[in-house]
């Protein structure tokens, strides 16, 4: 998602914003300190600064603090060795730096926003404990492939499949966006879309260490008049 608002964002120099961003992040780094309120005791909350096991408190957690605490309180969501992945858009961020950039656009959500106004839903949660587990790879080449291609293909699935996890998490997601631009090149300047995505998270001690994330770009496409919907020819038709 982060990437479509490259060109729409223009800020300080990334080495001031990290300048900035370290100096406020000792007082956010464990659990969203001065941006996040603290939990009373007792509190059953079970987002990211919650206890117990993840559940969709989690997921509404996550994409509140994009808007509520901006770049400076989501970054710490994550662990410090991690791996974020959105693969509509081939993005893929290892380290805080990147992440904390990426997250800058939606920092500013107001009306006037380049990036425009966003909102997030959380539909569907399915997630559980893991006990201590890490992601399996495939060894070997498949017939068809040269080892370059394969490589290529899959540098990005295979990042992040050494880190032990403890819990998991695939969310299905609602994103509506009216426009203040173009987006991904395509004439959107005061238009609304919809559509959905889902998101993989792996845990380790309540901190994402591996994030899938994939969102449906076509059928943004097809509501910006730059693609033609899918014709359900398996559907039976009116007198057939």
């Given amino acids: 998602m982060h990437a479509a608002y490259f060109d729409q964002y223009r800020g300080p120099d990334i080495s001031t914003l990290r300048r900035t961003f370290l100096k406020r992040a000792g007082a956010v780094a464990l659990l969203g300190g001065l941006v996040q309120p603290a939990l009373a005791a007792g509190d059953a909350v079970r987002g990211f600064r919650g206890t117990g096991s993840m559940n969709i408190t989690t997921g509404e957690d996550w994409i509140d603090t994009f808007f509520t605490g901006g770049a400076e309180a989501i970054v710490h969501y994550y662990a410090d060795d991690f791996v974020f992945e959105d693969v509509t858009l081939f993005q893929t961020i290892n380290n805080k730096d990147d992440l904390y950039r990426a997250f800058l656009p939606f920092g500013n959500a107001g009306p006037d926003s380049?990036?425009?106004?966003?909102?997030?839903?959380?539909?569907?949660?399915?997630g559980g404990e893991a006990s201590t587990h890490r992601g399996v790879k495939r060894s070997g080449v498949p017939?068809?492939?040269?080892?370059?291609?394969?490589?290529t293909l899959t540098a990005d699935i295979l990042q992040g499949a050494e880190f032990d996890y403890d819990e998991w998490a695939v969310m299905n997601w609602i994103w509506k966006a009216t426009h203040n631009a173009d987006f991904l090149g395509l004439p959107a300047k005061g238009q609304?879309?919809?559509?959905?995505?889902?998101?993989?998270?792996?845990?380790?001690?309540?901190?994402?260490?591996?994030?899938?994330?994939?969102?449906n770009y076509r059928n943004v496409a097809i509501q910006l008049g730059a693609a033609e919907p899918q014709v359900k020819f398996w559907q039976a038709q009116p007198g057939n």
């Fill in 114 to 126: 380049p990036a425009g106004v966003h909102q997030f839903d959380v539909v569907r949660y399915d």
């Fill in 143 to 151: 017939e068809g492939y040269t080892a370059e291609l394969w490589g």
């Fill in 192 to 215: 609304t879309t919809h559509t959905r995505g889902i998101t993989f998270h792996c845990y380790r001690e309540r901190k994402v260490v591996r994030e899938f994330t994939f969102w």
